[in-house]
């Protein structure tokens, strides 16, 4: 990959802005950088194995599939380049991934490991400024998240499920749930579930199958559609 691709695609990712010309060039040209490509089905990262790197996702779109700790329910979303893995589990007294991370297409993905990540934060202030600025982002957006007043109805809660346990705020979003699972998290009986369920599909919001459902909550009801990139 020619010094240019790299540079307008490390562009792309929020750790490389307000880098000047000559930083990015002397980023590119002494940090160990590893190319990888991933054919559609393959997996990138699985969830609860150690994060050592980061992962730049610069061509291609990914499924994110994210599961409950005791595995009784999971939510799968895609996500498009450019794309950053999980910067938060490099850090920590857990670095590990949270979820899975599999190729939809073809996936070009730049790879730099936790060492030269150490060196970058030491030599670059502004990349320095950039990690701490998006972790702070991060952590910001999940405490306003558990704070947020949720709807009384049932459907309300079953919208606000899908939104508390998506990574991507829109696009369509996959839930693997028994609905007796999914009423002891809403707090109600499984015919309330039910019900609430079936409203919303009658409205397009979502779309049921036999142990879950589709749905893509964000988007105008005339503008849903059951996805043909999340496996069943």
Known sequence: MDTLHIYNKLLQFALFQGLSKADLGALVTHTRLGFHKYAEGDTIARAQTTCDRLFFLIDGRVEVVTSADNGSYALAET?????????EALFGVSPHYASLYRALTPCSVIGIGKDEIYKLIDRFPIFRINYFNLLSALIQKRHARCWRSHGESIDSRVVDF???HSRYPVGAKRVVVKMVRLAQELGCSRLEVSRALHRLQNQGRLQLFRGGFVADLAAPAHQQSTPDTFRQ
């Open 79 to 87: 996500a498009a380049a450019p794309l950053l893995f999980e910067p």
């Open 162 to 164: 899908v939104h508390s």
